[in-house]
């Protein structure tokens, strides 16, 4: 038998290759002559950068970068074995992760290191980067990524703005850096994006995803008003209305950003990755496909990595089966996918603690019944 297996991460938990490699234990304890290809997977968001790097036989790069609130850190990106590419998470570098829950204040984060990793991907030689826009603690529509760039944002009194979301809305000109022509156009940036939200408005960055960021009711119309005021100064400058393109609210407003004033292209996460890993070319000759992540939930069918999976195995008629730590979807949710088998890997009551400290084991276990059931079916 010939199985593929192709899980995002588990989180708290588990690397995707980790997952990857509990899966094949299982499979291989249950029959070690079957023939097993892993392709850890990810959706643009934590492990994208790694994954992908990994993949072209690259290595990870670590350079000092400021965080959300404009203290030094560091922050890691890939390169690929070639040199050409770059792969990078903004969260590397302007996560909300980064802050402690009292720290959270997109009114006055920036995304200002996220743009020094941009720079030094730039400054390396690459001509392509790829980037994963999920996990923001900002609100700022790009201008902290632009800045580090070069980038300059003036306000009325033609003073230069720091670079963060309360001055979005007092924004008045934005001033391209003096070397705009070696990053305009001669550089492709394609970024991973998970979500369609506009940049502002009801479903935009600021009402959607400013609350979780620390703004409060007050907060979150100010950030939506600078956010609409910032789409206007960006159509000035690039000639393009961004602002209602889906995905361009992602990372508070980064998507915009970077459509903007770089000519970025927002592409689905899971589809990038998929491209980028060649996944579709090894499904030749396989059999089953595993797939699963940490939680199945609604989410999961609005393009995490099970639903891109499923989507192409199914276009070959290959039948796909999912694993998770944690299985909220009914049947009916299931049958959508589809799937032909999914489960969670835990065996009965059990803390949070104690699956996170024994997926691997219960990963390998699922895996071993969940091959003994397909071979059953097959028979």
């Known amino acids: 038998m010939h199985i593929l297996i192709a899980p995002d991460k588990f989180k708290d938990s588990l690397t995707a290759a980790e997952v990857c490699d509990a899966i094949r234990e299982g499979i291989l304890l249950y029959n070690s002559n079957f023939d097993v290809i892993t392709i850890p997977m990810a959706d643009g968001g934590n492990g994208t950068a790694e994954i992908l790097t990994s993949n072209t036989g690259g290595a990870m790069h670590t350079v000092p970068v400021h965080d959300p609130l404009m203290r030094k850190i560091k922050a890691s990106y890939g390169i ?8 990078m998470e903004m969260a590397a570098a ?16 920036s995304t200002f290191g996220t743009g020094e990793l941009l720079l030094d991907a730039i400054n390396h030689g690459v001509d392509s980067i790829i980037m994963g826009i999920g996990g923001s603690a900002t609100t700022d529509g790009g201008m902290g990524m632009a800045a580090a760039l070069g980038f300059q944002f003036t306000g009325e009194d033609g003073k230069v ?21 070696s990053l305009s156009g001669k550089i492709r940036i394609r970024v991973a994006c998970d979500v369609e939200n506009p940049l502002y408005g009801k479903n935009g960055a600021a009402f959607i995803y400013g609350p979780q960021k620390g703004a409060g009711e007050k907060e979150v119309k100010i950030l939506d008003e600078g956010l609409k005021n910032f789409a206007v100064h ?44 060649g996944f579709e070319k090894h499904l030749e000759g396989i059999d089953l496909v595993i797939t699963g992540e940490g939680k199945m939930d609604i989410q999961t069918l609005q393009g ?67 091959v003994g059931l397909f071979c059953a079916g097959r028979e």
């Open 80 to 87: 690929s074995g070639d040199g050409k590419t770059a792969f």
């Open 161 to 181: 703005l720091d670079p963060v979301g309360e001055n979005l809305i007092k924004v008045r000109e934005i001033k391209k850096p003096a070397d705009f022509s």
């Open 234 to 277: 960006l159509k000035r400058f690039s000639g393009r209305d961004v602002s209602h393109i889906p995905g361009s609210g992602a990372a508070g407003g980064l998507g915009a950003g970077l459509m903007a004033l770089l000519n970025g292209e927002l592409v689905p996460g899971v589809k990038l990755v998929m491209e980028e890993t």
């Open 304 to 370: 995490k990595v099970v639903h891109g999976v499923c989507k192409i195995a199914r276009l070959h008629n290959i039948p796909v089966a999912a694993l998770a730590g944690s299985m909220l979807l009914s049947p009916e949710q299931l049958q959508s996918l589809p799937v032909c088998y999914a489960a969670s890997i835990t065996t009965g009551p059990m803390e949070l603690t104690q699956a996170l400290k024994n997926a691997r084991e219960l990963i390998r276990n699922a895996a071993w019944n969940l």
């Open 94 to 109: 302007s996560g909300l992760e980064l802050l402690k829950d009292e720290e959270r204040n997109c009114m006055i984060t």
